[in-house]
């Protein structure tokens, strides 16, 4: 197993379109051919979210292709997969998004050392549009800080 410790997907837009206050690992339910399909490297958590059903939950919208090699066995590329977590993140994770209307987001999903898919997920609150400005100057300010500083070294 050469992808020990290896990113599958990440989901960029997350830190700009929200607030991340907690961050957890979670596995993933997967079966035979997502497994190998997300071996190949092929994986979108971009428009993805996870949501409470039941006491359980669910990761929705996740796109992993089908397996090239899975003929009639193959899966349904955007179906429901359980997250596994521990009962004590669960009850947080869900009381979070009940009681103070949070958004469960998927960052990251990736091989750990021992070569299992784990998904890093983030308790976000939802940023308004000014914060996106916001951060977007301040990105821009940082970046041409760092331009200016370059020119004033090479004098």
Do not use: C
């Amino acid at each position: 197993m050469g992808q020990v410790g290896k990113l599958i997907a990440e989901n960029r837009r997350a830190r700009y379109d929200y607030f991340i206050e907690d961050v957890v690992e979670a596995g993933i339910m997967l079966t035979g051919t997502e497994v190998k399909s997300l071996r190949n490297g092929r994986a979108n958590i971009a428009e993805s979210y996870a949501a409470v059903e039941g006491d359980a939950i669910i990761l929705v919208n996740a796109d992993i292709p089908p397996y090239a090699g899975g003929n009639r066995f193959n899966h349904e590329p955007r179906r429901h997969r359980k997250l596994l977590l521990h009962r004590k993140e669960i009850g947080k994770l869900i009381g979070a998004v009940q009681r103070e209307g949070r958004t469960i987001i998927p960052l990251k999903l990736y091989w750990n050392e021992k070569g299992i898919a784990k998904l890093e997920i983030g308790l976000a609150k939802g940023k308004k549009t000014h914060d996106k400005r916001e951060a977007t100057a301040e990105r821009d300010w940082q970046r041409d800080k760092a331009r200016l500083m370059k020119g004033n070294r090479a004098e």
